[in-house]
């Protein structure tokens, strides 16, 4: 018997959500978000899954090249470029495209052989102040790539700061700014992140470019409702170890920081902030024991947590425990704990065995 904790990753409801991507954005190309492990869940498998995907995205050339020696030939964008000129022979020579996104990387590319022939996306900055050339800089930065033998294609590229919120008065102004930006020079765009791929078509333009929503999260902020049904990728489960019988006054875990009310069941799941639960989940935080809903307790530990079982005496050591994905949703851990699901999922430590479709990695 090993300790309980593994995180289950299920490949058809990957492939399900990304129908679902092509349903919301019918008459735009995907390119499927798989950086940071593809969220968590395994980058090779997630990729390896996402045949009908026309492309994806990581987020350093390191990523990219993982896809490429896992045989994966399909268009790889690296979403902040190159962190330096060095990164370049390798872009050439495994045909990644690049995000170009300040000056610099412009030298870089122009110190290039000019039988260069690279694939480019610069990316504009509308309003999330983070990466990309100002609006006023863009136009500038445009010819001078047109201008370069090295850049073969060349596209346009920006990204929401509010699309989980649809109300919020900076989608409008981001997509008009990226709109008339790109109407001066006609080229392919890209814009919509999951969220504004599910509640803004007209961002929706040539090119999509989903993430958590293939993951099965729901890609809105709190208070906002999913408009489509989606499917946990990752189910992060384990068991309950052991189950105590406290009596009222008897306090739970480190710092005695939950006091029981009554005489009552106790229980321990082998799952804590060294498999990557939150730390700072609250007593009240969902779990779920046999299915069904009990309440995190007291402080998380290092490879424990304990949950209040009054709402099942019958509970014993051995019961299965889900502490988000099927039948709990992850962002509803993250909203108790004060987090997003995308924290919670990439957050997975290298110790929790994964699972993929029943094959251990
Ligand atoms: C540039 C860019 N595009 C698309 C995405 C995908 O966003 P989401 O996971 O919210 O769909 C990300 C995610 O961080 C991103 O940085």
Known sequence: MTRPVRAHIDLSALTFNLSQARRAAPDSRVMAVVKADGYGHGMLAVATALQDADAFAVASLDEGLQLRNAGIEKPVLLLEGVFS???????????????????????????????ARLSVWLKVDTGMNRLGFAPGDALAAWDRLEAMPQVETLQWMSHF?????????????????FRQLCMQREAPRSLANSAALLTRPSSHVEWVRPGIMLYGASPMAAGHACPVELRPVMTLGSELIAVHHCRKGDAVGYGQAWVCPEDMPVGVV???YGDGYPRHAPSGTPVLVNGEVAELIGRVSMDMLCVDLRTQPQAR?????????????????????????????????????RRTDGVSD
């Open 85 to 115: 000129a060095t990164e370049l022979t390798a872009v050439m020579q495994h045909h990644f495209e690049l995000v170009v996104h300040q000056a610099l990387q412009l030298e870089w590319l122009e110190t290039l052989d000019v039988s």
């Open 161 to 177: 700061a509010c699309a989980d919120e649809p109300e919020h008065t900076a989608n409008d102004h981001q997509e008009s700014t």
């Open 270 to 272: 082998a799952a804590g």
């Open 317 to 353: 050591a051995g019961d299965p425990v889900v502490l988000w994905g099927e039948g709990l949703p992850v962002e509803s851990v993250a909203g108790a704990a004060g987090t997003i699901s995308y924290a919670l999922l990439c957050g997975v430590t290298p110790r929790v065995p």
